[in-house]
């Protein structure tokens, strides 16, 4: 009789010509006899049940098995266990027969040799570690051919672009064959606990990456590790520089930080942070047009910066989720970085097309999710909300609707809060209140700020004096936290300082008893 085997390569060889990539007929076999043998003592069939039990929980898929009739029984095997039609050698043959396979596979014969081969199902670990170690060295074997033929493809794929594909295949293969455990309840206490004690000893108002923003550290303990957290906000409103504020704040505390900026190049990265850390007038500094007594500190500003040894500027214009992920990785084991900032989402790409947008960003906001959770860091990411946050809505706060392809990054993201500009009525002492706390950075000389006189507001004996001129100088932004997976959500108020581009709260939290008598 001859081997019915579907064999691959279109024929037979000589044994030294021959190489297979590798694999184990015997244990393929044995997997499949785990699933078919007929139970005949007390406890076989729960031993029968258990297996099928780990091949789930493994993720086993058809591809694991390299002999082709093996995959057409597994295939069967699997539909008959969603279908909950009963496993066992007669109804998996009834089953092949009707779908007109079961000659491919070997008929009844083979089917009896698989089962006779296996007396008992107890073995199926051994026969899974086997299997899924050849299905490994064959994707390692079909990784290395594939990269082979994009080195020598011509196209305008770059070396980084196929370095950075290989350092992503080969993880995600790394991790493939590993099975998914859970752990049981009590199993998780203790570290729970060790940190409840930490927590409680130290009393750590802030338990991740503090912000310059007291509102939004009070509200979300920190930018936490494993958390995804997404600043959202309409053009020209402030996300870049919400961002280089969390930036500059978690480098000056000697965290590294790693930025994917595809919207804005190295040089106007540094400009932002130089005139921000030196409360300048950004324009000054790209036009060369600052005075002398901001000579110093610019400098200072500019000796502060070159000390950010860990602070990773990636400006590609096309980047993917798995870029991200891959060059975060190699940042944390290199240079042990703490946050990744990607400034921003809507601009990424996927690693493959969808034909979709909303599906193509719903992979990179995954991939940004997979980067926290994995990677054990801070990832905040800015977004673009849509042009229905205007409508009808001015000076409201904004939905976590009005997330542009938002579906999936409303899911992934831990945290998300949305940047807008309210309504300020001049007039109204609750509106203008906290003028008493700020003064501009940098106002130019023929500034109104500088002409104007300021208009005193009061309320209930407490009063504040209003410069007509404020809008020149400052923006009033609120940052609304419309979602906090391990929090409460709420209010962050802002003020924008327009010269030097940077966010500050825009009450003092801090105030004295003295001060909260005659100002708020």
Same mark, same amino acid.
């Given at each position: ?28 076999? %044995? ?11 007390? /406890? #076989? ?16 898929? +058809? ?44 008929? *009844? ?7 006779? +081969? ?9 026969? =899974? ?20 033929? @994009? ?22 293969l790394s991790e493939a064959h590993v099975p998914t455990e859970f752990v049981p309840l009590p199993g998780c206490l203790p570290a729970? *606990? ?13 338990? %991740? ?17 494993r958390e995804l957290v997404v600043i959202g906000a309409r053009p020209s409103c402030g996300k870049t520089s919400f961002a280089c ?6 480098? +000056? ?101 969808? /034909? ?11 991939? =940004?999710? @997979? ?15 849509? @042009? ?25 993201? #831990?945290? *998300? ?8 009525? #001049? ?41 007509? +001129? ?6 009033? *932004? ?43």
């Amino acid at each position: 009789m001859s081997d019915p085997t579907p064999r691959r390569g279109g024929g037979r060889q000589a044994a030294d010509d021959l190489r297979l990539p590798p694999h184990s007929s015997d244990a393929e076999r %044995g997997v499949l006899g785990c699933l078919l043998v007929e139970p005949v003592g007390e /406890g #076989d069939e729960m031993v029968r049940r258990e297996a099928m039990d780990e091949v789930l929980k493994r993720k086993i898929g +058809a591809d694991h098995f390299y002999e082709l009739r093996h995959q057409v029984i597994f295939r069967r095997l699997m539909r008959m266990a969603e279908a909950g039609t009963p496993v066992g050698l007669m109804t998996v043959m009834l089953e092949l027969r009707e779908a007109g396979n079961l000659d491919e596979v070997g008929g *009844i014969t083979y089917l009896n040799e698989i089962v006779q +081969a296996v007396p008992s199902a107890a073995n199926i670990g051994y026969y =899974l570690e086997v299997v899924e170690e050849k299905w490994a060295l064959r994707r390692v074997l079909h990784l290395c051919v594939e990269t082979t033929v @994009r080195v020598y493809e011509p196209g305008e794929t770059t070396v980084k672009q196929i370095v950075s594909r290989f350092e992503a295949d080969a993880m995600m293969l790394s991790e493939a064959h590993v099975p998914t455990e859970f752990v049981p309840l009590p199993g998780c206490l203790p570290a729970y *606990i060790d940190a409840l004690e930490k927590r409680h000893m130290g009393k750590q108002e802030i338990t %991740g990456l503090a912000t310059p923003f007291w509102y939004l550290n009070n509200i979300t303990c920190g930018l936490q590790p494993r958390e995804l957290v997404v600043i959202g906000a309409r053009p020209s409103c402030g996300k870049t520089s919400f961002a280089c504020d969390v930036m500059r704040y978690t480098l +000056a505390n000697g965290k590294g930080v790693l930025f994917f900026s595809v919207e804005m190049a190295r040089q106007e990265i540094m400009g932002r942070i130089v005139a921000a850390e030196a409360r300048c007038d950004g324009l000054k500094l790209r036009n060369g047009f600052w005075y002398e007594d901001k000579e110093a500190a610019i400098m200072g500003a500019v000796e502060k910066v070159r000390g950010w040894d860990r602070f990773l500027i990636d400006d590609r214009s096309v980047v993917t989720g798995q870029d991200v992920f891959v060059s975060a990785r190699r940042a944390k084991r290199q240079h042990n970085i703490d946050l990744v900032v990607v400034d921003y989402l809507q601009l990424m790409q996927a690693v493959r097309s969808y /034909g979709n947008r909303v599906e193509e960003v719903a992979e990179v906001s995954k991939w =940004l999710k @997979r980067t926290a959770k994995e990677l054990d860091l801070a990832v905040l990411a800015c977004a673009q909300l849509s @042009r229905d946050s205007e409508k009808d809505r001015a000076g409201r706060p904004p939905l976590m609707s009005d997330l542009r392809e938002c579906g999936q990054i409303e899911q992934d993201a #831990d945290v *998300i809060g949305l940047l807008y500009e309210p309504k300020v009525d #001049d007039d109204d002492f609750d509106d203008v209140k906290w003028m008493a706390h700020h003064t501009p950075d940098d106002p130019k000389e023929d500034s109104e700020w500088n002409t104007s006189t300021p208009v005193p507001v009061s309320k209930a004996g407490r009063k504040v004096d209003v410069n007509p +001129a404020w809008r020149e100088e400052f923006r009033r *932004i609120n940052l609304v936290i419309a979602k906090n997976r391990n929090g409460q959500t709420g209010p962050c108020e802002l003020v924008f300082q327009r010269r030097s581009a940077r966010f500050v709260d825009a009450h003092s939290p801090k105030r004295t008893k003295e001060e909260k008598g005659q100002l708020i």
